[in-house]
């Protein structure tokens, strides 16, 4: 029958917006126009609010298999689908790791008898994310990896890392990096700076991350592969992809909300809501990641959503495990505490989570235009609500956001011509 989303406000591309209608039909975009005729059209009526290309989320922790009580690949895509998400990349530290071509296609019939949006799954680089032994990335290709990454973890061997980004290239693969220098961790849980000192926590210097960066572009460009860095949080990491970039490396990164909203500083106390990998740094690397951002230093936005028990993170500073969710408050929280103070445009926003990560990765989303996939999000930018955990769809409650007011809520979210998200009215 099809769907007509009448009157939305749809991006022009040089931060303008326009009305129009887009007309789905099967799973793709049929027609978008001023004023579409109704043909017997399921019809929806989204005038005010924004349509954006489906968001993509290039790293996000669905901790199916062996996880389960954290997140499944099904809980994990709903919160994706109630955040806007159409696509999302599943990171490969489950148990067992997706390191042979048997795991990941138990992986993928997963996806595809539970999944509510598109789940694009990573391999590891190597065999259990171990960094001993790299994994087969023809056969991984050949069975639907999506790219290559040991996450959760850095490839502590620089000769390991050279082989692998010579396979990838002999894959046309492109390797993901989490960077991190296991010999500069020194067995921190925040970052190196005046939180740790105030409370006599062991910190995580910026180095820790910043060298492995170095040395991977220098990798990099010997293998001529393209390399992908996560999570990028100080401003060493940023002049170092600076200058790779300039180099003529082929390199792109990502930052998540959270190192854009937050700075050591911020934490309140000794709440692990606030520990994740890598921790938030110093303000001065929170301005430089958003200037890096906004220059197009780093690529574009990934949340990183990495669920813990309660349990988990209950633990203490110390001993509860790195990380935080962020699938269903990323896009408010952006749009609210960016885009309304005026430090970024609504375009460079929604172009962070939508056209970005699909040219860094050549993936054919991310666009809203007649012929396309229909992977659209529906965002009611005036609405203002309070984050509130027990709300989350998400199994993890493990945000340092909650209480946060905002705009900026995805309403409806639409996978290849399916409706996977829709907001009850507020009115009702
Ligand atoms: N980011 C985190 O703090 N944790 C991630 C691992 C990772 O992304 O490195 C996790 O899997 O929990
Ligand atoms: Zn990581
Ligand atoms: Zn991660």
Redesign the pocket.
């Known amino acids: 029958m099809g769907i007509l989303l009448k009157g939305g406000k749809v991006l022009t591309g040089t931060n303008g917006l326009k009305v129009q209608d887009i007309l789905i039909e099967d799973t793709k975009i049929a027609d978008m126009g001023e004023s579409l005729p109704e043909k017997g059209h399921k019809v929806i009526d989204v005038s005010g609010n924004l349509v954006t290309p489906g968001l993509i989320d290039l790293?996000v922790?669905l901790r199916e298999p062996g996880g389960e009580h954290k997140e499944t690949i099904e809980t994990g895509t709903k919160a994706a689908a109630r955040g806007g998400f159409t696509t999302v990349a599943a990171?490969p530290?489950t148990k067992p790791v997706p390191d042979n071509a048997a795991q990941l296609q138990w992986v993928n019939e997963k996806i595809k008898e539970t999944a509510s949006v598109r789940v694009l799954p990573y391999a590891s680089i190597t065999t259990r994310q171990a960094g001993k032994e790299l994994t087969d990335f023809e056969a991984l290709k050949n069975n639907g990896a999506f790219a290559f990454t040991d996450?959760?973890v850095g490839v502590q061997s620089a000769d390991m890392m050279l082989q692998a980004m010579r396979l990838a290239k002999q894959s046309d693969a492109v390797i993901v990096a989490?960077c991190e220098e296991n010999t500069l961790i020194h067995k921190g849980s925040v970052h190196k700076g005046n939180f740790a000192e105030k409370h006599g926590l062991n910190g995580i210097p910026s180095i820790c991350e910043a060298v492995q960066i170095a040395r991977d572009v220098l990798l990099a460009e010997a293998a001529e592969a393209r390399y992908h860095v996560?999570?990028v949080s100080t401003k060493e990491s940023v002049r170092v992809i600076k200058d790779a970039k300039a180099a003529g490396i082929k390199v792109t990164a990502e930052v998540t909300p959270h190192h854009l909203l937050l700075c050591d500083e911020d934490i309140p106390g000794l709440d692990t809501n606030y520990k994740?990998?890598p921790p938030l740094r110093g303000n001065e690397d929170r301005t430089a990641l958003i200037e890096a951002y906004k220059s197009g230093v780093i690529d574009f936005l990934a949340t990183?959503h990495?669920p813990?028990s309660k349990d988990e993170k209950d633990l203490g500073m110390e001993l509860a495990?790195?990380?935080?969710i962020g699938l269903e408050t990323a896009f408010p929280l952006l749009y609210t505490n960016l885009v309304q103070k005026g430090v970024l445009t609504l375009q460079e926003l929604v172009d962070g989570f939508t056209r970005k990560p699909a040219d860094s990765f050549d993936l054919p989303y991310g666009a809203l235009e007649i012929g396309a996939e229909a992977d659209l999000t529906v965002i009611d930018l005036n609405h203002e609500e309070k984050i509130d955990p027990e709300n989350f769809v998400s199994k993890g409650k493990n945000t340092p956001f909650a209480g946060w007011s905002c705009k900026g809520w995805p309403v409806l979210t639409i996978v290849e011509g399916s409706i996977k998200y829709e907001k009850e009215s507020v009115n009702a």
């Open positions: 790293h922790h990171m530290n996450d959760g989490h996560c999570h994740m990998n990183d990495a813990h495990p790195f990380g935080i």
